[in-house]
């Protein structure tokens, strides 16, 4: 049933509503608002097996309706002065909640205007509740209404009217029996008395339309009490409006909202896992390329160590002969140096020359001449390779002369 033109002239699957009929209820498909096709009859507890995009038109008895004049034409205060009609006759106060409270304007007169409020029961029966994607609304809205007049035909059992003036619907009951008796006949007297004294429905000569199977002495009550023939008629298929008044009930919305948040979280535990995921791959892609380097680097260092040995053992003889071809690690040419930056009364009492170590021992007239004579040395370009360290001179008694001595090192002369 699904891949016909539908509503927008556009190639989409059928709309489904679901209402109560005469006994059990009832599921129609569209192909248009007005193209109805009953597809079956169903008990009120197969409804959780409807698709899940139906529509779902409650029971006339599961809401309460009340005409009201309000002395504005200003929709905008429409809904505070609905809920202080309300509120003075009580139909606010509930165990289970505030109720939904819905409304349609009926006719406008000068600067005040009718329309029918809609009180919805805030204690529905589970089997009405369906967790469905589907919209909801009440199933006099679902039938085709006469221009004025009354309107009356059965739902799940119970009899239900329908009240209309201007094409509109102005009121709506349901009565706890599903026969007109002569007892019904005179309460529907007592409503028309208050239809007109409220001035909703004034008419003094009313049609009144039965809709589908109705008796005769049913028939023959209404005309005794109310002085109308009534007309009997086929109940009419229903329509689907574009839009409906969106009555959800309190439990769907909350369980609706509950699985949203359930959904909104579930996404985020999944972009969260797929965040994780990808952080660990990328650690172990990471590691892997780091390994894959490592082992790279650990081939190349293997192939060149032959190569890195071979110039380990040069080095190691070149190091051996440096005291030879190194000029600074000649004794001659280092005493020569020595020599030369002696200052003046300043000699040498010893010279021991090591390749990695020098020690000289002098005297000179005082200690300045010696930390002198130790500045010459570090500052000689001859000497500049080795190390020098002198330790404080030591003084001669009754003297000024200073006996010092200073040791160098060569950093290159070690020789493994």
């Not at 507890?45 to 008895?61: C, G, K, Q, Y």
């Amino acid at each position: 049933m699904a891949g016909i033109l539908g509503f927008g002239g556009k190639r989409e699957s059928l709309r489904y509503l679901a209402l109560p009929g005469e006994q059990d209820w009832e599921l129609w498909s569209f192909a248009s608002p007005a193209e109805a096709h009953l597809v079956k009859s169903i008990p009120v507890t197969e409804l959780v097996n409807l698709p899940p995009d139906t529509r779902i038109a409650l029971p006339s008895r599961q809401m309460v309706t009340l005409p009201l004049w309000l002395q504005t034409i200003d929709p905008t205060l429409f809904q505070e002065m609905i809920a202080v009609q309300l509120e003075k006759r009580g139909l606010l106060k509930s165990s289970n909640g505030a109720p939904s409270v819905y409304h349609h304007v009926v006719a406008k007169e000068q600067e005040r205007t009718l329309l029918l409020a809609l009180v919805l029961n805030p204690n529905l029966p589970d089997s009405y509740c369906l967790d469905l994607t589907g919209d909801y609304d009440f199933a006099a809205r679902c039938r085709p209404l006469p221009t004025d007049g009354y309107l009356f035909w059965r739902e799940e059992g119970r009899l239900v009217m329908a009240v209309t003036r201007n094409n509109q619907l102005a009121y709506l009951h349901t009565f706890s029996s599903s026969e007109i008796t002569t007892e019904i006949a005179k309460e529907i007297q007592c409503l028309r008395l208050r239809f007109s004294w409220e001035h909703i429905f004034t008419e003094d000569s009313f049609p009144i339309h039965l809709c589908g199977t109705f008796t005769h002495s049913e028939r023959q009550a209404l005309q005794e009490v109310l002085q109308v023939t009534p007309k009997l008629i086929p109940l009419p298929n229903p329509l689907f409006r574009e839009t409906s008044l969106s009555m959800t009930p309190t439990g769907v919305s909350s369980a609706r909202t509950q699985q949203e948040k359930s959904k909104r979280w579930k996404r985020l535990v999944r972009q969260l896992l797929w965040i994780y995921l990808l952080v660990i791959l990328g650690v172990l892609g990471q590691f892997g390329w780091l390994t894959y380097q490592a082992s790279t680097l650990r081939k190349q260092v293997q192939s060149q160590a032959a190569s890195v040995k071979r110039l380990m053992d040069i080095s190691d003889h070149w190091k051996a002969l440096q005291p030879a071809v190194d000029s600074t690690f000649y004794p001659l040419e280092t005493l020569l140096s020595c020599v030369n930056q002696l200052p003046p009364e300043t000699r040498l009492t010893e010279f021991n020359h090591s390749p990695d170590n020098i020690v000289i021992q002098g005297e000179a007239q005082n200690a300045g001449i010696a930390n002198n004579f130790h500045s010459n040395i570090k500052s000689d370009p001859n000497l500049k390779k080795w190390t020098w360290t002198m330790p404080e001179p030591r003084i001669f008694p009754n003297t000024n002369k200073a006996q010092f001595q200073l040791s160098g090192t060569h950093p290159h002369a070690q020789i493994q």
